[in-house]
Structures are given as structure tokens and as C-alpha cells.
């Protein structure tokens, strides 16, 4: 039977550490040589089971095969030979470490495992931990140097966060997410090779172009069915996991912080704590192991999850950098007017940021913009009705700025290597404690003079020539400036509890759990297209959840790829997650007003669902895709719909909708027909699209009995 409340406790006659969820199991055991083994995850299992469960046996009868149980985080030493989550150097030269299993402690539901070297001063405990509700197991590993002043320092070459294991399958395959620059989170499927797979990001953020969540199946696994075990590491800067599957049928993957070449230094007394590598196992398909990442993130990551996201209107699209005043108050006015409850001034109205050459890191109103500040607008927003925002970047500076002139030094910059601007700027030294200081100062000040709601924090660069120029260990910067990034915005919203914030890199360069876990959404692009929009937004719902997906409706032809579409099929897409508009509001049409207007109200009305329902993505035939968000309760439903072209004498199909009950019959809201829940899981419901390319539709249901 399932779990009915998370629980975590460790055996001492087995010697089994044991993690139930409500609908999975998660069992370790300590091996002979002291060091945690992996030993079951999957669907749930009492002790007894568990206990009986034949220990690991490798296919290959060989002196050069490893222990048949993978490590729970593998060091270098004995007969390992994938790869190693733990890479130390003790003074003497001596590399990797020897466990002894000391112990155990549990506290609700968590679980720690406490290991020390057999001759070294070194102790780590490895950290288990479920959430009511939740079938998510969050992992971290916490490292700490135990000796004195004699024992020299201790150098961390590699500290995973944790390792991963899956059962022996028929085959592997490997869902992942990739991109770039306006075309991130593209979900890829592939079968899984006998080699090491690494995905990483060695560019000082999370970045467009990986993204640290995977899954892995048997190849059959479906949106409704088959077995899936997901993992997503929250952290927000460089990352690496390196997913193994060996000749003799082992598959296992380890991950966390820091890129590969990166050495940190552990000294007396000092310890290191991982992010964390949370994982979780379903039997019912990719769409299953999705829902449940989004009740996770929701009940246990976001910090304001049942508050609304409002329908946001950023200026950007509309002016650029050629901010005035009345252009601001006038395209506030169109947007009250349309029903936009947030209002952001974005890049251009600070310093001498006239183009993106000058101004960055002087976050100050710019005079011939702002005569009078900031607060003019704020106060009109706010009489509108709606919220006020700006966007803030400050992570970066031009070498063209105030900022820059007065602090050169602040900057990440080995001082024998020309320094690599990338979109004219540099990128501020956040693990150093001025810079910090100063930033935690000015954001404060923004928020706090301006009557500032929302910010919107962006981040439009890698990092490059990354030094520390005299610091004693300056690889710590890639671990430290992320977590300051991640403390300032704590703080900020601990200093202003109704601030909400805004996630954003160049677009989705930065969206994770660890980013999530204080901001409210995240910019998924920069492209706004809403035929590439779609699948965009298919691969980010892989994990995230849609409340946390901003999405806007932008003018057309479409700035990134030329295409003209309707503003129908525009909102439609945009609907699926945070609803916001960005076009020029000042050169629409009454028509288009007036629809867009409609629009926004209709999203209104199914934002609940959208944002706090059960999605399930469907696909149909001839290019038709949709999503479906469900209530709890199964009272209300909200499907939107999406075919992006249209071939000759192809009618849409029937969409089947599976999350509906069998026993129970649907009204159709909107065209006042009712179904039985059985027709529209087997048969499915018509779809009312209209002719031609770029067709969308809404179609509400609500359960009669």
C-alpha cells in the first residue's frame, strides 16, 4: 500500500536507510567497506520486501569490474571506475576518500547517513529528505573538515550533490532538455549509449543551452504510461551531470555544482554544503512524473504558490531604449484598459543607458527620461490600478558607467587577460562582500523610494576570464557569487514581503528549482513566436509548472523569426502560462484592442486553472497539440488548443482527453453541449478551429454532477 504520509528512518538490522513517499520507496544500504550503497527505487515496499530484495550481482565475472551496487556518492578510491562525486586531495597528495559509516540521525523526514575518512580529517553526511505530499526525495551532501591547524587544508576537486540510480531495464533512454539563445527548453529523447553522457553548463548561470533536469525510461515510457525516474539540481549557476551507463548493464548518473577544472579549498573547521539534487519515480509516463514535479514546486519551492501571477504588460517591444515619460503614462493607460494588472518599465530608464553601451550597474533614473524620478510613473500605475515594476540587471556593468569607473576591481577579470565584453558589458564580482553589499543597498533603495512591486531580474551574459586577482581561492567565486545572487533576492523579499520578483537570463537562461525557490516566475525567451512558443513551452512544463511561465503576446511580424499570425492564435499560446503583452500597444487597432481586451478577461477566468490546476499536454493529428489543466476537484477543465498549419481536406480530429472521469458527463461551456466523460476519453471531444494556418481554440468544461 502506498505511503500515506512521507517517512525516513534506517534499520540497523538490515542496514537499510529507507525513504517512502506517498507513491514510492527509496532504500540504501551500508556496504561491507562502509560506504552507502544504492539499493531499490521504485514503487513502494515494506521492509520486509526490501529486506528480501537479492543483493546487486554484475553480469560480468571479472577483477575489473567494480561493486555491483552503485554508490550513493562515489569517491575515487577501490575498484571504481565510473565516475566520481567526491574528488579530494589531502596535503600529503593522498587522493580520495575511504568511508566509515558512524552513524545515522533522523528528524521528521529527514534522513542524514554520517560518514568520516579511515585516516583523514574528513566527514561528510550524505542527506535524504520527503515532504508531505510530495513523491520528490531531495538529496544534498554537506563536507567538512574535522582536523586543526596541522592538518593543512584539504582541496575539493569535484562535490557532487548526489548520485542516482536506476533499476536493470530491457534499455535506457535519456530525456533532456537543450537550446540556445530564443530557442530554449527543446525536449530531446534519445536512446541512452553505453559511454559517459555529461550535460553541463560551464557559463556561470544555469544557460539557454541545458538545462540540469533529465529522466530516464526503457524507451516505451509514454505520456500516460510506463515507469520514469526524473532528477533536477537546484542550482543556478555552472552545473555538470554525467549520466553513465556501463557495458554490464548498470545505469547510474551524479551531479551538482561547478563545471569540470574547478578546485576548491576546505580548511580546518571549514564545510561545504551541495544544492539540492531532488529526484522522484512514477509508473504512469512522462505526463505523471511532470504533474508531480509541479505539485512539488508548488507546495514546496515557490515561495507565493496559491498568489495569482498577474497579466503583465512590459514596455520593451514597444519602445526599446527611447523611454520618455508620457510615452510610459500613455502606455500604461492602453494597458489598464485592456485588464493588465502589472505594469514594467524595462531596460533604459537608468543612468546614461540610452543604448546597451552606457549606463549599466548606475541604477538611478536617467534625467532626460525621468526628470522627477521614477515615482511620477509608479504613482499613475498605481492609480490605474495596476502594480509597478522595472528591470534591474545587477549582475552586470558597462566599462561606459559610473559603477565601473569608481570600482574597475569589482569586475570577474584575470588582470593578465583582456577582459571578453559580451553585449557590451562585464559581469560583477557578487562572491566578493562589497559588491554584494552594494547591490543588497541599491536594489533595497530602488524597491523602497520607487513604491516598486515587481523586479525584473535579468542577467544577459556569461561569465568569462573569470578571476579573483589575490584571493587565496578563487574557483570559490563559481559557487559564491551564485549563492550571494540567491541571498540578495532572499533578503529583498524578507525586507519587502509583498515584492514579488521575476526570473530572467537573456530569456530562459537561468530557470531552475534553486532560481525558483525565490522568484515568483521566470522569462522562458526572448522569443515571443508563438509557433515556436509552443515548443518552448512544451519542453519547459517538462518540470516547471505553468504559473511559473511567463508568456507574452507581442506585435507581429514577430521581432525573432518575421512570422505574421493572429492575435487569437498569439493569446491562445500565451494563455497556457503567466499571461502577459509586450507589444506597442499605441499603434494597435480599436479591433485588436478590443479583442485583446476579451482575450485577457477570458484568460482571467481560467487562470486558476492554468495556474493551480493538473496540466496534462495532449497531442492529435495533422500538427494539432493542446494542453489541459484540470481542477482538483475535476469541476472545471480548460483545454487550449493549437494547429499551426492546416493540409487540404484534413478536418481536425477528435482530441481524446484521459484525465476526465469515466462516470462522469461535461458541459461544454461555451457551446452548451454535454458529453459522457467516457465518450471524451475514448473518443474525444471536436475540436471548433478555425480554417487556415495558425487555428487555436479554448473550449471549457465543467462536470455537471
Keep these: 500500500m502506498p505511503a500515506t504520509r512521507p517517512t525516513a528512518f534506517f534499520d540497523p538490522g538490515s542496514g537499510l536507510a529507507v525513504l517512502s513517499t506517498p507513491h514510492s520507496c527509496y532504500a540504501v544500504r551500508i556496504g561491507t567497506d562502509g560506504s552507502p550503497r544504492h539499493h531499490y527505487w521504485g514503487t ?29 556518492l562515489a569517491p575515487q578510491t577501490g575498484a571504481r571506475f565510473g565516475p566520481a562525486g567526491l574528488q579530494v586531495r589531502f596535503a600529503d597528495g593522498t587522493r580520495g576518500a575511504q568511508w566509515r559509516f558512524t552513524g545515522h540521525t533522523v528528524d521528521g523526514g529527514e534522513l542524514r547517513l554520517h560518514l568520516s575518512d579511515r ?87 544555469t544557460s539557454h543551452h541545458a538545462n540540469p533536469w533529465l529522466a530516464v525510461d526503457d524507451g516505451t515510457a509514454t505520456e500516460e504510461h510506463g515507469e520514469v525516474w526524473s532528477t533536477a539540481l537546484a542550482w ?27 578546485h576548491w579549498t576546505l580548511r580546518p573547521g571549514e564545510a561545504l554544503t551541495t544544492p539540492v539534487f531532488a529526484g522522484l519515480y512514477t509508473p504512469h509516463g512522462f505526463g505523471a512524473a511532470s504533474r508531480a514535479w509541479h505539485d512539488h514546486i508548488r507546495g514546496h519551492v515557490l515561495p507565493q504558490p496559491r498568489r495569482d501571477r498577474p497579466v503583465v504588460y512590459n514596455s520593451w517591444e514597444a519602445t526599446h531604449f527611447d ?90 577579470h584575470a588582470p593578465t587577460r583582456e577582459a571578453t565584453e559580451l553585449r557590451n558589458q562585464l559581469v560583477l564580482n557578487f562572491a566578493h562582500p562589497e559588491v554584494e553589499a552594494w547591490a543588497q543597498l541599491t536594489l533595497d533603495r530602488l524597491v523602497r523610494e520607487n513604491g516598486v512591486d515587481w523586479l525584473k531580474w535579468d542577467a544577459n551574459r556569461a561569465f568569462t576570464d573569470v578571476g579573483w586577482a589575490g584571493h587565496p581561492d578563487p574557483d570559490r567565486l563559481w559557487i559564491d557569487h551564485t549563492r550571494a545572487v540567491h541571498r540578495i533576492m532572499d533578503r529583498l523579499r524578507d525586507d519587502h514581503p509583498s515584492l514579488r520578483i521575476e526570473a530572467c537570463a537573456g530569456g530562459g537562461g537561468r530557470v531552475d528549482l534553486g532560481m525558483l525557490a525565490r522568484t ?61 503583452l509586450g507589444g506597442d500597444l499605441a499603434r494597435w487597432s480599436s479591433e485588436e484592442l ?19 490546476g493538473h496540466q496534462h499536454r495532449l497531442t492529435g493529428q495533422d500538427g494539432v497539440s493542446a494542453v489541459h489543466y484540470a481542477a482538483d476537484d475535476d469541476t472545471a477543465h480548460a483545454l487550449l488548443v493549437w494547429r499551426p498549419t492546416t493540409r487540404f481536406g484534413h478536418r481536425p480530429a477528435a482530441l481524446r482527453l484521459p484525465a476526465l472521469d469515466p462516470d462522469a458527463r461535461y458541459l461544454d461551456v461555451d457551446s452548451g453541449r454535454t458529453h459522457s466523460g467516457t465518450t471524451l476519453r475514448h473518443c474525444g471531444i471536436d475540436l471548433p478551429l478555425p480554417a487556415g494556418d495558425y487555428a487555436s481554440c479554448l473550449i471549457r468544461l465543467a462536470r455537471l454532477d
Design 520 to 580: 515568483d516566475q521566470a522569462w522562458t525567451s526572448d522569443n515571443t513566436d508563438p509557433v515556436d512558443r509552443i515548443g518552448i513551452q512544451h519542453g519547459y512544463s517538462q518540470l516547471f509548472p505553468a504559473q511559473t511561465m511567463a508568456a507574452w503576446v507581442t506585435d507581429c511580424p514577430n521581432a525573432a523569426t518575421g512570422r505574421t499570425t493572429p492575435l487569437r492564435f498569439r493569446f491562445h499560446v500565451a494563455m497556457a502560462g503567466a499571461l502577459g
Design 119 to 205: 585516516h583523514y580529517p574528513l566527514a561528510a553526511d550524505l542527506c535524504y529528505r520527503v515532504r508531505a505530499g510530495s513523491d520528490v526525495i531531495e538529496r544534498w551532501t554537506e563536507l567538512t573538515h574535522t582536523g586543526g591547524p596541522a592538518d593543512g587544508p584539504i582541496t575539493v576537486d569535484r562535490l557532487d550533490s548526489a548520485s542516482w540510480t536506476a533499476p536493470r531495464l530491457a534499455d535506457y533512454r535519456l530525456s533532456h532538455l537543450v537550446g540556445g539563445w530564443n530557442s530554449e527548453f527543446q525536449l530531446q529523447r534519445d536512446r541512452l549509449p553505453i559511454a559517459e553522457t555529461v550535460l553541463t553548463s560551464r557559463r556561470g548561470i
Design 236 to 262: 543556478s549557476g555552472s552545473w555538470r551531470i554525467t549520466v553513465h551507463r556501463d557495458p554490464v548493464g548498470r545505469t547510474t548518473w551524479t551531479g551538482g555544482f561547478g563545471h569540470e577544472g574547478l
Design 594 to 612: 478590443r479583442e485583446a481586451a476579451d482575450l485577457v478577461a477570458r484568460y482571467k477566468a481560467i487562470r486558476p486553472l492554468v495556474q493551480h
Design 44 to 72: 513502494p515496499l515494506d521492509l520486509a520486501e526490501l529486506s528480501g530484495l537479492p543483493p546487486a550481482v554484475s553480469p560480468a565475472d571479472s577483477s575489473f569490474e567494480a561493486d555491483a551496487a552503485a554508490d550513493e
Design 323 to 412: 523611454i520618455d515619460l508620457a510615452g510610459q503614462f500613455r502606455l500604461a493607460e492602453l494597458a489598464a484598459r485592456l485588464g493588465t494588472e502589472l505594469f514594467v518599465l524595462d531596460d533604459g530608464w537608468f543612468g546614461a543607458r540610452s543604448s546597451d553601451r552606457a549606463g549599466l550597474g548606475d541604477w538611478s533614473p536617467r534625467r532626460e527620461a525621468f526628470p522627477d524620478g521614477l515615482r511620477p510613473l509608479a504613482d499613475h500605475v498605481h492609480r490605474l490600478g495596476m502594480d509597478f515594476g522595472v528591470w534591474v540587471e545587477p549582475e552586470m556593468v558597462n566599462a561606459d558607467s559610473d559603477l565601473f569607473r569608481a570600482h574597475p576591481e569589482w569586475v570577474l
